[in-house]
């Protein structure tokens, strides 16, 4: 692997185990069309996938217009709780810091709209230490095309080819590629489901956030 200049992470099943509070998000939903609850394990492997995958697998099929309802009332719903049972994934913040430590600056790219990306990395913490946050809105295009990654890069002041991307979603990794990253899959986060053999041969893999100090240290 080549010189690390730049981190750029995921947030979701990368640095912040955001499940509980999207799926109490999705169960809130439920609850007011007379559905059961759905338990937070199985459905975390939809997470990745955004809003829409969530509802899409977690509420029965309906027309446009009530799919649009339930989206509105599901973001509504998760606006307020964010970072209620959220929790960063043990080993991050000794990441982050080690990072700071080698003076390696990084920064977060997610599909999460701002509005909702900004009071999570501030109730988390991360804000202030994230040298650049790419959100779902910043740019007009989302991962997986390579358009947010290479305005990070901008951002951060590093050349793609210095920069490593992880995420947990297969999107992460084809927008890292496309962008001439290099790539970390990240086996700890939820999206491990999508990602092939093939494509997981072309990444370093992170099975645990401690192993992240080994490829800069």
Not at 94 to 118: C, F, R, S, Y
Not at 165 to 185: C, E, K, N, V, W
């Amino acid at each position: 692997m080549r010189t690390i200049k730049a981190v750029l992470f995921d947030l979701d099943g990368t640095l912040i185990d955001s499940a509980p509070d999207l799926i109490a998000a999705l169960n809130w939903l439920r609850d007011l069309e007379g559905l059961a609850p759905l338990e937070v394990g199985p459905m975390s492997r939809y997470i990745s996938h955004g809003a829409q995958g969530i509802l899409e697998a977690g509420m029965p099929t309906a027309d446009e217009k009530q799919f649009a309802k339930w989206k509105s009332l599901f973001l509504e719903r998760y606006a307020a709780v964010g970072y209620s049972q959220s929790r960063l994934y043990h080993g991050i913040p000794e990441v982050l810091e080690n990072l700071g430590t080698k003076q390696i600056p990084w920064g977060v790219v997610t599909n999460k709209m701002t509005a909702l990306t900004l009071p999570i990395l501030k109730s988390a913490r991360l804000k202030d230490g994230a040298a650049c946050i790419v959100c779902g809105d910043t740019v007009k295009q989302s991962k997986p095309h390579p358009a947010p990654v290479l305005y990070a890069c901008a951002q951060l002041g590093i050349q793609p080819a210095d920069t490593l991307f992880a995420g947990d979603d297969l999107r992460d990794l084809q927008a890292g590629l496309s962008a001439g990253t290099m790539t970390a899959a990240v086996l700890y986060g939820y999206g491990l489901s999508a990602i092939d053999e093939e494509q997981l041969s072309r990444d370093v893999t992170i099975r645990s956030p401690e192993e992240f100090i080994g490829l800069w240290a």
